[in-house]
C-alpha cells in the first residue's frame, strides 16, 4: 500500500540554524500538507500546496518557513533560522480529490 | 474560522468494553467532512473512520463507528469491543469542502487507555 514517508526521522539543530525536513507524498496525489505538533499538544496546519504553489498558510507560517517541491517526487519544508520554539514534530500529510489526508510518521525536530 | 473541541482529555475502559470519545464543533459551512484519527506512541497519525457532511448514514469500520449530529455540530466516536491496541491519543478532526487547501482543523485530543 502506498504511503508517506519523511526523513529524517529524527533532527537536533542548535538555535539560528536552517534545516530542510523532507516529503515523499503519495505519488498520484495532488494536494500537500505540513503540519507541527509540539509535545504534549493538538496538531496544527502550516501550508497547504497544491499546482506548485501555496494555496493557504497559517499564521504560524511566517517568514522563516518556506516549501518546495523541487522535482516531482519530494515535497521539502525549510525552516531558516530555527528557534528553540520550534522544536516540535512535524508531518506531512497528501491527498487526492476529495479523499482523506495520508499523514507520514513524521519528523522529529530538536532545537538546541 | 472553524474550531473543533474535546471536552474529555482523558478517557479509560475496560478490554472488551464499549467507550465514546467526545467531539464538537463550529461552522457556517454545509460541505465539510470529519475525521477521527488515532496517534500511537508512535505519533503516526492514523486515520480511524471519516464523516462526510452530506451523508445522513452514520460511518462505520469495523469495531469504529460515529454518532454524527449535523444540527448539534457532534461528532462522537464509539469503539466497541475495546482491545489493548485501541490505548492511543484520539483526535477529532474538521476539513472543509469550501475553501481552498482544505487544511484539517484539530481538537485538543483524547488520551483512551484500555485497562486489561
Known amino acids: 500500500e502506498p504511503e508517506v514517508t519523511q526523513t529524517p526521522s529524527h533532527q537536533v539543530t542548535q538555535m539560528g540554524q536552517e534545516v530542510i525536513l523532507r516529503c515523499v507524498p503519495i505519488?498520484?496525489?495532488?494536494?500537500f500538507y505540513w503540519y507541527r505538533q509540539i509535545l504534549g499538544q493538538k496538531v496544527e496546519f502550516l501550508v497547504s500546496?497544491?499546482?506548485?504553489?501555496?494555496?493557504?498558510k497559517s499564521e504560524i507560517f511566517d517568514d522563516q518557513f518556506s516549501v518546495e517541491r523541487p522535482d516531482g517526487s519530494n515535497f521539502t519544508l525549510k525552516i531558516r533560522s530555527t528557534k528553540l520554539e520550534d522544536s516540535a514534530m512535524y508531518f506531512c500529510?497528501?491527498?487526492?480529490?476529495?479523499?482523506?489526508?495520508?499523514f507520514g510518521p513524521g519528523t522529529r525536530l530538536t532545537v538546541t | 474560522a472553524q474550531t473543533v473541541t474535546q471536552s474529555q482529555p482523558e478517557m479509560s475502559v475496560q478490554e472488551a468494553e464499549t467507550v465514546t470519545l467526545s467531539c464538537t464543533y463550529d461552522?457556517?459551512?454545509?460541505?465539510?467532512?470529519l475525521f477521527w484519527y488515532k496517534q500511537p506512541p508512535s505519533r503516526q497519525m492514523i486515520l480511524v473512520i471519516r464523516?462526510?457532511?452530506?451523508?445522513?448514514q452514520n460511518a462505520t469500520e469495523n469495531r469504529f463507528s460515529v454518532n454524527f449530529q449535523k444540527a448539534a455540530k457532534s461528532f462522537s466516536l464509539k469503539i466497541s469491543d475495546s482491545q489493548l491496541g485501541d490505548a492511543a491519543m484520539y483526535f477529532c478532526?474538521?476539513?472543509?469542502?469550501?475553501?481552498?487547501?482544505?487544511?484539517?482543523?484539530f481538537g485538543e485530543g483524547t488520551q483512551l487507555t484500555v485497562n486489561p
Open positions: 461552522t457556517s459551512e454545509s460541505d465539510y467532512y
Open positions: 478532526a474538521y476539513r472543509s469542502q469550501e475553501t481552498s487547501g482544505s487544511r484539517l482543523t
Open positions: 464523516q462526510e457532511a452530506y451523508k445522513q
Open positions: 500529510a497528501s491527498r487526492m480529490g476529495r479523499s482523506e489526508q495520508y
Open positions: 505519488s498520484n496525489h495532488l494536494y
Open positions: 500546496f497544491y499546482n506548485n504553489e501555496i494555496s493557504e
